[in-house]
């Protein structure tokens, strides 16, 4: 097994800092992502982007390329296409590489695992052509796709806007947007109005105010206050047919695809396979891991970065990877106690700038009670097929918390291990039982993390069979 002074998980921005601050100060450290290059989320394909794609995925992007020379220009160990399945709190890590399964070890762990979309679990959201807007930017910025045929984009929040404006830019004309951001959100929101003018908030406002000018000087059909959204699959033509309300109208629009986004939430099934702390964040609507200032977790030794610690951007991301890799560096004794606080007061003192939109912005896109609390007829475990009518019937017959519901219903038992129906379920239960989320509850997160076969686990263990007369000579 490899032992190294750290080893960091997500080649993201928080990741990618993280890592090359743990080189430049001499520790052996090993960066991990299931991706086949670094970048992350926003930074997805930007080492091999053509010039065209980078102007139009714009200067958030083409700053990207400079990161990842500086990590590719590191000593840091890059595992690529490479999943995290298994982790241990005792810093064992078990991976699966392109060549089998592998274990490793440090006492540093970095979680910089990012986010993920909000799941948006309305009737109809598991049909083919119906998809997150996270997914369809993807398509964009790996390999320049753009969906075929009339779009439909429902949702909210700052990547709603985003990747509506780089469809427009890209050529893409036959486009609606349906806003699901609520009135009532306006006041809370405005009372936040005044810090989000603070730091480097205004930047943010900014580029919000600039992006909806956009959208608008384009002329994109844009319908706000939408609501009671229900989409269905035509019979003849298979084509994707969408009711909903704006208002008191009664709308239907057909489209041949579909991208929905409510916002983004932490990753958190490493962290909590782990055993790592959460709590639920009410203004985020998000559970969020437990975290010192130091940004180490509630189990020593693990300090989780970026997003996956609270969404925050990826200014604040690479700034948090940077808090966690200098602590490391002193615990590690490569770094001495001022320069390492003087580090991290600077990186505290950008968050805290780029952090003062983010009240703002949960008020404002605070995702509706129909995304979190949906009606009977949704799928709320789309691997399993469970309806939410199924679990508020196992609710009421007496299944104490999500866990037991896997017993009645096999919910987050399928492929993506509760990835997707985890918030919808505790949600559920919260609604139904009258009781805080924090006290519902969370699905114990077991391995393995990711898929892997049998066939990979019997070719690991024959492997350490051979490998044990060596072992064994040595010792
Ligand atoms: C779908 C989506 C699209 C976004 N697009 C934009 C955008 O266009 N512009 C913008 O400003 N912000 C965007 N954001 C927000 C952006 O992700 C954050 O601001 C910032 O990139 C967070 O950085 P991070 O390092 O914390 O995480 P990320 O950039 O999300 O990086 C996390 C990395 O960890 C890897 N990972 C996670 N689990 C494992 C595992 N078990 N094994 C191996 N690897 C793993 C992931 O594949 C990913 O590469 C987007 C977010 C999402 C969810």
Redo the contacts with the bound molecule.
Sequence with gaps: MTQWDAIV???????IAAATRLSAGGARVML????TAPG???WRGVETASPQRIALLGA?YLYGQHRVAALRASTATLALN???WRVESDGVVWLKTPGGLVRHHSPHLIL??????RPVPLPGWTLPGVTTI?GL??LLKKNGILPAGPLLLLGTGP?FY?YALQCIKAGKRDIVMLDTAQRRNWLPAAKAFPHALTGAGRYYLLKGIGLLSALRWHRVPFFTGVSDVSIVQEPLHGGLVLHCRTGRTTRTFAARQIGLHEG?IP?QH?ARSLGCAFVWDEIAAAFKPRRSAELESSVAGVFIA???GGIG??HV?EAEGRIAASIILHRLGKLDATPMRQEQHAAQHLCQSHLTSRPLLNRLYAPSPEILTPQDSALACRCEEISCAAVREAIRLGANGPNQLKAFLRTGMGPCQGRLCATTIAHLFAAERHIPLEDVGFYHIRNP??PISVGDLADFYQEQKHCLPAIQATE
Excluded: K, S
Aim: hydrophobic share 50%; charged share 15%; glycine share 20%.
């Design positions: 998980l997500g080649a993201g921005p928080a990741g991990v992502d299931e991706n992350g989320q926003i958030d490479t999943v995290l910089a695992t990012g986010a993920m979309e996270g930017q993807i990547l985003l983004v990753e490493v970026g997003d996956a951007g990826y991301a993390l990711a």
